[in-house]
């Protein structure tokens, strides 16, 4: 075993100068240069999603003109017709009231008219129609929101409901023409589900089921 | 084989710490120094000078590795052999101008050796565990001390040496700045009983060298003849030159520089004392071969690992400088790209809002088209019906069914009524006929019919035909 006195001699001005450079160099680089070296492969991160974003939403607002165009000149006289065929209320007397009226004029006596269940078929079931936010839509709306901020609170209610009435009455095959022409005249949409004319002696027995329908309500 | 360590003493210049003279062991081999005697690296050995030679030339502005290269081939050309065969170091001093060369000329003084010679030497020292990083001639080595302990007479022009030793005996001569030639002088053959007459013969030798000396082309006037080595043998010479001409003739005593237990006898050790002074003083005069003395190693080892560490050294600093630089340059980036996505936000936030509600319009348009604007022209099929069917015909019933995603459907139930059943065929096929022509109805299949015979009420005979036709109305349904 050499000696401390021994040990001492061997560590020369120059050896500790270089001992303490290399001391010097190993603090500076867990200090300095890794904490560094983190920082930039952070920012580089931070840079990517930040490009990935501009490059996103300088697309999206390219897009936004067409979008907004179409919303512009199209969205305003097409709600008027869909609010009118499609009403946010189901106003269930109202159109009673308009069908008795055009079988009064037609000169139809004994009209009976009822709203009768649906029984699901597949065909006029609640639910109608597409939403924003259906199967598809939803992942193309949720990721809107989160990427876009989107707001979908003003959208149109594009979901209906269906409602179902059974009308009866008898009446000369020309008037059932003319009252089943006459049924375009309802302002709101109505669907033949069935029509059945039968020969009696006096003349013909109608009966007939429509559907009409109203903007889904939560 | 003698071997010996110096180092620096108060007194006098150097201290003699050990002499050893290795001798064979019981089995014949030598013996081997021990490891904690030699130091690492300040380790010389002194070869003989039989085969080692002086060559001094004039050569013009070149590098050193130019000048080993010419020497070697001097060598290789004046001794023979190839140029491998020769190991040289040499000394570089600018023409003076004192011996008629131009000052742009540069003398060169070489020492040459036999490769296998000296590798011999090598092999023998490392017998004995000696792993010497140098190797020198004994005249050179005493050269260096006289330079060292005469340096008056070394700096003052020409002069000649003589070494009288117990193995070699030699002289050289040289200036103040090289040496000129060397010479092995002949052993005492009487064995020291006829002292005068060997001092006789080698006074000649040295009147014959000092004159040859003035001859040879960078010549010398030798002015100083210094004597060491053995005593008796230097105080004869000495005695023998100092009556022949007007040299100075001086007895010198190079183990006088040396500290030592026992001085008596340390004469016997001078050019080994001397080769171990000249290491302390840092001359250097190196006959070892490259790959021996691993200078070859050291300096370029030196210059990588110097190279490395500075890079590697370099590698933090710039690292952090970079990294901060690199920081700065994203930072301001990334500022910049906040600001253009806070720009972008509004605007991608209403494109957004619109794409949605052209998705909503899409919807409402189908909805639209299905459920609202889907409604079929009954009232004109009707009436085409009515106005299509004669009077023998006579409706049972007429259904109209929605078709859900396809067209609705009609079915017509009826009969056709006539006196005979080709009759009522006839007003049958005329009636189906017409239907087809129908617009807004598509015959979905054949008819069904059965012809039915009967009396009627008026006990008439009546033939039916009982017909089922199904179609789907077709066309535009915009009322």
Redesign the interface.
């Known amino acids: 075993m050499k000696s401390f006195k021994e040990t001492m001699k061997r560590i020369t001005p120059g050896r500790a100068l270089a001992a303490g450079?290399a001391l010097a160099?190993v603090a500076?680089?867990f200090s300095?240069?890794l904490p560094?070296?983190k920082?930039?492969h952070e920012?580089?991160r931070?840079?990517e999603s930040?490009?990935a974003?501009?490059a996103?939403?300088?697309a999206?607002?390219a897009?936004?003109?067409w979008?907004?165009a179409?919303?512009r000149d199209?969205?305003p006289g097409?709600?008027e017709?869909?609010g009118r065929?499609?009403p946010p209320e189901k106003g269930r007397e109202d159109l009673f009231l308009e069908l008795a009226r055009i079988a009064g004029d037609c000169g139809i006596e004994q009209f009976v008219l009822r709203e009768i269940p649906i029984v699901d078929d597949?065909?006029g079931a609640d639910g109608?129609?597409?939403?924003?936010a259906n199967d598809a839509?939803d992942e193309?709306?949720g990721m809107?929101?989160r990427?876009?901020?989107?707001?979908?609170s003003?959208?149109?209610e594009?979901r209906?409901r269906t409602f179902r009435l059974s009308m009866n009455f008898d009446t000369e095959?020309?008037r059932?023409?003319?009252f089943?022409?006459?049924?375009?005249s309802v302002p709101r949409?109505?669907?033949?589900?069935?029509?059945?004319?039968?020969?009696n002696s006096g003349g013909v027995t109608v009966t007939m089921e429509l559907?009409y329908?109203a903007q889904w309500k939560n | 084989m003698t071997a010996l360590k110096v180092g620096a003493a108060k007194e006098k210049p150097y201290r003699v710490e050990w002499i050893k003279t290795i001798s064979a062991g019981k089995d014949g081999a030598p013996e081997r120094m021990r490891r904690e005697d030699m130091p690492d690296s300040q380790t010389i050995l002194v070869l003989p000078g039989d085969d080692i030679s002086i060559l001094s030339v004039m050569l013009p502005e070149m590098n050193r590795k130019q000048m080993h290269a010419a020497l070697r081939g001097i060598a290789a050309r004046e001794k023979g052999g190839q140029q491998d065969d020769w190991i040289i170091d040499f000394r570089v001093s600018r023409g003076n101008g004192a011996s008629g060369a131009p000052k742009s000329r540069i003398k060169v003084t070489g020492v040459v050796a036999d490769r296998m010679r000296v590798e011999q030497s090598y092999a023998e020292a490392k017998n004995i565990g000696f792993a010497p990083r140098k190797a020198l001639p004994g005249f050179i080595a005493l050269e260096l001390l006289l330079r060292i302990g005469k340096p008056d007479i070394a700096a003052s022009g020409g002069w000649l040496l003589v070494f009288l030793g117990e193995k070699e005996r030699f002289l050289c001569v040289g200036d103040s700045e090289s040496l000129l030639l060397s010479r092995i002088l002949p052993k005492d053959l009487s064995g020291g009983i006829e002292r005068d007459e060997y001092a006789g013969k080698m006074a000649v030798e040295v009147e014959r060298s000092a004159f040859f000396a003035r001859q040879a082309e960078n010549s010398v006037e030798v002015k100083h003849i210094v004597v060491c080595g053995e005593p008796e043998g230097c105080n004869k010479l000495v005695e023998n030159l100092a009556g022949r001409s007007d040299w100075d003739v001086v007895r010198w005593k190079p183990e006088e520089l040396f500290e030592a237990e026992t001085e008596e006898g340390l004469w016997k050790h001078s050019l080994e004392l001397a080769a171990a002074a000249a290491v302390l003083q840092g001359h250097s005069c190196n006959l070892l071969p490259r790959e021996l003395s691993g200078e070859s190693a050291r300096p370029a080892f030196r210059r990588a690992a110097i190279a490395s560490a500075a890079c590697f050294g370099a590698v933090v600093p710039i690292l952090l400088v970079g990294g901060m630089r690199t920081d700065a340059i994203q930072q301001k980036f990334l500022r910049d790209a906040s600001a253009r996505i806070g720009e972008l936000q509004g605007r991608s936030e209403n494109a957004a809002g619109a794409y949605l509600r052209n998705r909503s319009i899409k919807v409402c348009r189908e909805n639209i088209d299905k459920y609202g604007m889907g409604r079929p022209e009954l009232a004109r099929v009707l009436d085409e019906i009515a106005l299509r069917a004669p009077s023998d015909i006579v409706f049972e019933n007429l259904r109209v069914e929605d078709g859900g995603d396809g067209p609705p459907g009609l079915v017509l139930r009826g009969t056709s009524v006539a006196g005979s059943g080709e009759r009522a065929q006839e007003i049958f096929l005329r009636f189906l006929g017409a239907m087809d022509d129908c617009p807004g109805l598509a015959r979905k299949s054949e008819p069904s019919f059965l012809e039915i015979g009967g009396i009627d009420s008026e006990d008439l005979v009546r033939t039916r035909v009982a017909f089922t036709i199904e179609y789907d109305i077709v066309g535009d349904v915009v009322e």
């Open positions: 450079f160099w500076l680089f300095g240069a560094v070296m920082m930039t920012n580089t931070k840079i930040a490009s974003a501009i996103s939403m300088t999206m607002s897009a936004g003109g979008f907004e179409v919303v199209v969205e097409l709600m017709d869909y065929l499609f597949g065909e109608h129609g597409g939403d924003p839509g193309t709306a809107m929101v990427q876009y901020a989107a707001d979908v003003g959208l149109p594009t209906l095959y020309g059932a023409a003319e089943v022409s006459r049924l375009g949409a109505l669907r033949v589900r069935s029509l059945d004319i039968e020969q559907d329908y």
